[in-house]
């Protein structure tokens, strides 16, 4: 089954940030969208969201229309924002961050399911601390645990490497590559693809347009970095044969 | 003991509980502005129902207050889809504060009934205004248990809470609009100028002291309570107004808070 598929979708806000975007993405996929400031991945994602109504065309996630119908799906996603958009300040545990979503519904949460969420995630020994206390890296594992506590079809990650450390970043790449094993799909909206090159199975480059898709050595040629960025990018073969850009 | 005073011993425990739930899910929401808007607004509808009143219809306050302060959080709840809630909140308080003037300056013999909506005074209320305050402060804390995770989430990650189907607007309306039941019910009590220093000043002390948020609900109602208690005790002995000696206690509460934080 088609995950998402977008069919002709614009969108403007003051001016026109995506322009004809037709892409599918299948079910168990592992896709990352990348491409520089303002070129319309957070929109992107609002789409497939359902949040945005498309300007032009249609948006359809696990064959819904995704603005019309998101009640239908939006238990189906597994969402991580970007982790600046989060008030810090709020006194939260851990626990009370994994379970925050359900409760929100009226959902009872156990607090095996939350360890279970925070096992996968390396972080079940700090379910009572608190949240703001933790580094970039940690907060990003809980809010990753936190989206898969409800066992989604999907994942929609937002920038999900900003400000993480190594550690954390390895673990949450060892997490997304085991949910594509399982046959869930994963979409990752990122600026920097080095820390799941190696395991994404497409690379959507986007700037307002599709600049090129498919496999990532397929994309990354000098010509569609240009074409998406304004100029040029170095890029490295690495040892595994993958094509790196160095930004 | 004076039956005055018991019941401002009660009613000051009433708006100490409104300040807490109120005043913590204001800051947790990062809006503390709201409550002084909040203010404000009801003020222009407070001195609507003064000037119906000064021309022959017999209206109660109550109403058009929270009826202006509700107004007010819904034009500042759509004006946040497009930009900081707070500027929403700062222009429709500008908006209720020139309706007021407007409405004040057209109203005879008006001097006395708006001081106190101005300043407050918990010592002057009727039993009108206790059973208000009662009814409102068991609606406030009905209503917010059962939404409570909802504004908790909407608070931590409004983009979250939104994908995961919450609808934050509709939200962000319910909990700007109990947060003016809370503020219009101690409109009286503590008065419109005043109110911001006995919501909000609580509930960011307690933000600075509290290690969870069971702990800051509970410290900002502590603060809230002594400061409302001080105030009248000291109010009885040396005649000075209750609501502005509590106003001064909070306030200094969280300056000692945060200098201590600093050093």
Same mark, same amino acid.
């Given at each position: 089954m088609k995950a998402v598929i977008f069919c002709d979708v614009s969108f403007s806000y003051?001016?026109?940030? $995506?322009?004809?975007l037709n892409f599918e993405i299948e079910g168990g996929e592992f896709v990352a969208i990348l491409g520089p400031n303002g070129a319309g991945k957070t929109t992107l994602v609002k789409l497939i969201l359902g949040l945005l109504k498309p300007e032009k065309g249609w948006v359809e996630v696990f064959g819904y229309d995704s603005f019309k119908e998101r009640n239908k799906f939006v238990d189906l996603i597994g969402y991580l924002p970007q982790?600046?958009?989060?008030?810090?300040? $709020?006194?939260?545990t851990v626990s009370q961050v994994v379970k925050l979503p359900l409760l929100s519904k009226g959902k009872k949460v156990s607090d095996e399911k939350v360890v279970e969420a925070l096992s996968m995630v390396g972080m079940e020994g700090d379910v009572r601390k608190r949240f703001n206390e933790l580094s970039g890296g940690q907060q990003q594992r809980v809010l990753l645990a936190r989206a898969l506590v409800r066992n989604p079809e999907m994942l929609l990650l937002d920038?999900?490497?900003?400000?993480?450390?190594i550690p954390s970043q390895e673990k949450i790449v060892e997490v997304l590559s085991n949910l594509t094993s399982k046959g869930k799909t994963v979409i990752a909206v990122v600026h920097n693809i080095n820390p799941i090159l190696h395991e994404v199975d497409r690379v959507i480059l986007l700037n307002?347009?599709?600049?090129a898709t498919g496999k990532p050595n397929d994309v990354f040629t000098e010509e569609n970095i240009i074409k998406a960025y304004g100029s040029s990018i170095p890029l490295v073969i690495c040892e595994d044969g993958y094509t790196h850009p160095l930004r | 003991m004076d039956e005055l005073l018991i019941k401002a011993i009660i009613v000051s425990a009433l708006v100490s509980i409104n300040a807490a739930v109120a005043g913590t899910l204001t800051v947790f929401r990062r809006a503390s502005f709201l409550v002084a808007g909040s203010a404000h607004s009801a003020l222009a509808g407070v001195a609507v129902a003064l000037f119906l009143n000064s021309i022959g219809f017999e209206v109660h306050y109550f109403a058009f207050a929270l009826l202006a302060a509700v107004f007010a959080a819904f034009l500042s709840a759509r004006a946040s889809k497009y930009g900081d809630i707070n500027t929403g909140i700062a222009i429709a308080f500008a908006l209720s504060m020139a309706v007021a003037v407007i409405f004040i300056s057209v109203t005879r013999n008006y001097a006395s009934s708006v001081w106190q909506f101005l300043f407050g005074d918990v010592l002057l209320l009727t039993d009108d205004d206790f059973a208000l305050i009662a009814i409102s402060t068991a609606f406030v804390l009905i209503a917010t248990s059962f939404l409570y995770h909802k504004f908790l989430f909407i608070s931590f990650d409004p983009d979250g809470a939104e994908a995961f189907g919450i609808n934050v607007h509709l939200y962000d309306f319910i909990l700007i609009s109990l947060i003016s039941i809370s503020v219009v019910s101690a409109l009286k009590a503590i008065g419109a100028i005043l109110v911001f220093s006995i919501f909000i000043a609580p509930s960011a002390s307690a933000m600075e002291l509290g290690k969870s948020t069971k702990a800051v609900f509970s410290i900002s109602f502590i603060i809230a309570l002594l400061s409302m208690y001080f105030g009248l005790v000291i109010s009885y002995q040396y005649s000075l107004p209750a609501g502005a000696l509590a106003a001064l206690i909070s306030s200094l509460t969280y300056f000692t808070v945060t200098a201590r934080k600093m050093s």
């Open positions: 003051d001016k026109k940030v $995506l322009e004809d982790r600046e958009e989060i008030a810090n300040e $709020l006194p939260l920038e999900p490497f900003n400000g993480v450390d307002r347009r599709i600049i | -």
